[in-house]
């Protein structure tokens, strides 16, 4: 498992959450057996994590602009 | 404005590959992937895709005449936005520098799909990206630019490959051994 940006506050958050997400992914998701994101909780304390850090090393208007360009929604496809 | 383009095969199911995919990193061969973080993570309810947003962390010495043009930068960061449609077992990604990106532009599209001629044992990986630069102030040194992001891209792509075979046959041994344990019992 990869480590975070968010140093290892984050790393160790992000692990919980991978685990779950990829035991999801695999035995839940791809078996057409679940739609739902069972990790929903672990997803929030991990993501709170990221977001400090992203706002700490300046990176969310960076993040802000590419959205807009490449909205989420559009699954990133570029506008131009 | 240059183009990049590579295909090849993976002698795995799709289901495989794609599993393979979230826990690609670390890997040796990626040693430039220092942190992947999920920031968003929804399945479509009209559509059932599964849609998430990443923040990929890089580290990657540059050579002396790059950082004398864009300036010096420890860390630069790839936003990337997947979907994966189960019912047509497509996984795509699309992949743009955050870093940078007032001076030159790199738009990655990532495709894996089954094999058309063994759509259950083989899958096909496609990539293909547009390098634009210009922000510096010569024609020239922006097709510099260009041609060094193409040359990373290469080496990049043959580390990439290397790796996620390393991944895919280590899990293969493991997670989707138990799988099917579990399924045949």
Redesign the interface.
Same mark, same amino acid.
């Given at each position: 498992m990869s480590a975070s940006i968010g140093g290892p506050e984050c790393t160790a958050l992000k692990k919980k959450y991978d685990e779950c997400f990829n035991d999801w992914y695999t035995n839940g998701f791809l078996n057409a057996k679940s739609h739902t994101n069972e990790c929903e909780d672990l997803f929030t304390d991990y993501k709170a994590c990221v977001m400090r850090a992203l706002k700490e090393k300046q990176i969310m208007p960076l993040l802000e602009e590419a959205r807009k360009d490449a909205p989420f929604e559009d699954g990133g496809k570029w506008k131009r | 404005m240059k183009f990049f383009e590579n295909q090849c095969f993976f002698d795995y199911a799709w *289901?495989q590959v $794609? $599993?393979a995919h979230?826990?690609k990193?670390?890997n040796e061969q990626a040693s430039h #992937?220092?942190? #992947?973080?999920?920031?968003? &993570? *929804? #399945?479509d309810p009209n559509t059932?895709?599964?849609?998430i *947003?990443r923040?990929i962390?890089c580290r990657q010495g540059a050579p002396r005449w790059i950082v004398k043009l864009v300036g010096s930068t420890e860390d630069s960061?790839v936003? *990337?936005? $997947?979907?994966?449609d %189960?019912k047509n077992r497509t996984l795509?990604?699309? &992949?743009?520098n %955050?870093?940078f &990106?007032n001076i030159l532009s790199v738009?990655e599209t990532v495709s894996y799909t089954p094999d058309v001629n063994q759509p259950h044992a083989r899958t096909r990986f496609t990539q293909d990206a547009k390098i634009t630069a210009y922000g510096a102030l010569s024609r020239w040194a922006n097709n510099m630019m260009e041609d060094f992001t193409i040359d990373r891209f290469k080496q990049n792509a043959a580390r990439g490959r290397a790796g996620f075979e390393s991944v895919l046959e280590h899990l293969h041994q493991g #997670?989707f051994e138990r799988?099917t344990q579990k399924t045949s019992v």
């Open positions: - | *289901e $794609s $599993s979230w826990r990193y670390p #992937v220092v942190a #992947v973080d999920t920031l968003r &993570s *929804e #399945v059932g895709i599964l849609r *947003e923040l962390t960061y936003r *990337e936005v $997947s979907e994966v %189960l795509t990604l699309l &992949s743009t %955050l870093t &990106s738009q #997670v799988a």
